[in-house]
């Protein structure tokens, strides 16, 4: 089954690429961009027997492994469409 883990700073902690990506786009004329957080993006195919369990399991992993939990927060989506093979 796929899962999407998406792992972002904490609202609270400075975002220097999100800024430097926000000066950028202000220079191109894109005004109406008022913030830019910078992230990463995984996505997981993890064996389970339904959509709960690999929200469990994917959770897991970006708490212990993928996120910085002190300075990072994260999401996960499961997608039980999607497995092997796709």
């Known amino acids: ?7 972002t700073l904490k609202p609270s902690v400075f975002d220097p690429q999100g800024q430097t990506i926000l000066d950028a786009l202000s220079s191109l004329g894109y005004e109406s961009v008022r913030d830019v957080r910078q992230g990463k ?3 997981l195919d993890v ?7 690999a929200m469990t399991i994917s959770t897991e992993i970006a708490d212990k492994l ?11 989506e499961v997608d039980p469409k999607r497995g092997e093979g796709d």
């Open 47 to 53: 064996v389970a027997d339904s959509a709960q369990e």
């Open 66 to 76: 993928l996120a910085n939990t002190v300075i990072e927060g994260y999401r996960v």
């Open 41 to 43: 993006f995984f996505e």
């Open 1 to 7: 089954m796929k899962t999407r883990v998406f792992v």
